[in-house]
């Protein structure tokens, strides 16, 4: 464990060092030795899980996470039969994750209703926090305190309503999951459909959060809709060299039932996404790349809607691939297959690499 710290930390600074003074092939060679091409993860047991506090949440799902000044901020889903909404939680280690107390964002001008699947994250030009979450609609709030649970204004909309490719593409699926990560010049919003679509709109940085285009296809499979299913994060990467300075996340079904990560690279948002790990064999996380830590059981097999960790606060959404860690949702696969779909008891674990595989 240590060892492998230390070459990771070793390899780390000398490909990020490496890029003044290494030309031509030498520098090549270099970033093409430290291409990620395989994940391997420990995870911990369930970390977080619904509290009794007589609102019958059967599960917490969908975690978004950031770590500003030694505190985590949790916004995450709340499953009970009756439908969806969004709770608020903060701590500084995991170790103290579930003793943290519950905000449930019903308690705010976000109001009651169905909200799902929530975004957070610091839109530096407008000094705010955005929440972006699904209420039927892609929708947002904002705060200028993430500390302030109280203080995320009412929800408005990205959309007038379901855009017409959306509609047009759904066929039984549902559109969720939207997503914001913004570059030097725009804002971009993705969303899914449970259908095989991740679609992508685009707003001018000056104009966010108004304006958003019309949505275009940004990755699809139309043979197999599990494949390219749903919960896509896009990441800006630091730290190491990568195929691309963009990282795409989506979840899918595998062929065992069970939900898992695939990745892809782009070095634009709006570009190409090519395969990094996507596979069942070669993903990004699924039950064949996650061992447990020591002395926890192995509690899911679903590696299911989750986010990196991010410690910069801005809209760019950088992460640094030397230092991922991955919140998720899993859940006990001995769950009789007659529970209802929303009293599915999905806890909250984390993900921390073990051996960095290389080119
Ligand atoms: C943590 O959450 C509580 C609400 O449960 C909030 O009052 C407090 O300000 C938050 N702490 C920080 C450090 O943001």
Request: proline share 7%.
């Amino acid at each position: 464990m240590r060892l492998f710290t230390l070459l990771t930390a070793a390899f780390c600074a000398a490909s990020v060092t490496a890029s003044p003074p290494f030309r031509g092939s030498a520098l090549a060679a270099r970033q093409k030795a430290s291409l990620p091409h395989s994940f391997q993860w420990s995870s911990s047991a369930p970390l977080v899980f619904p509290k009794e506090d007589g609102r019958d949440v059967a599960a917490l799902k969908d975690p978004s996470i950031i770590e500003v000044g030694g505190t985590y901020h949790v916004f995450a889903s709340t499953a009970r039969a009756d439908g969806y909404h969004l709770v608020y939680f903060n701590f500084t280690d995991f170790s103290k994750a579930n003793a943290a107390p519950f905000f449930y964002l019903d308690q705010s001008p976000i109001g009651e209703g169905y909200r799902a699947a929530p975004q957070v994250f610091y839109f530096a030009p407008q000094k705010l926090w955005y929440l972006v979450y699904q209420n039927g609609n892609a929708a947002y709030s904002t705060n200028p305190d993430i500390g302030n649970p109280a203080g995320w204004t009412a929800p408005k909309t990205f959309y007038t309503g379901t855009p017409a490719i959306i509609q047009d593409n759904l066929e039984g699926g549902y559109w969720v999951d939207m997503w914001v990560i913004c570059d030097k010049k725009d804002c971009h919003l993705f969303s899914s459909d449970d259908n095989g679509h991740l679609y992508r709109s685009q707003t001018r940085l000056v104009d966010f959060p108004n304006k958003m285009s019309k949505p275009v296809v940004a990755l699809e499979d139309t043979d197999n809709k599990y494949a390219l299913y749903e919960a896509a994060c896009v990441y800006a990467i630091r730290g190491g060299s990568c195929p691309g300075k963009y990282l795409l996340l989506i979840e899918a079904i595998g062929s065992d039932g069970q939900r898992y990560f695939r990745s892809w690279t782009s070095n634009k948002i709006d570009g190409k996404w090519k395969p990094l790990a996507d596979t069942e064999a070669n993903p990004f996380a699924r039950s064949n790349n996650v061992v447990f830590e020591r002395g926890v059981s192995p509690w899911t097999k679903s590696i299911s809607h989750g986010e990196v960790i991010r410690t910069l606060t801005d809209q760019t959404l950088t992460i640094d691939l030397c230092n991922l860690r991955f919140l998720y949702q899993g859940m006990d696969p001995a769950t009789p297959g007659s529970t209802p779909y929303n009293s599915l008891p999905w806890r909250l674990g984390l993900l921390t690499p073990t051996k960095p595989k290389l080119y």
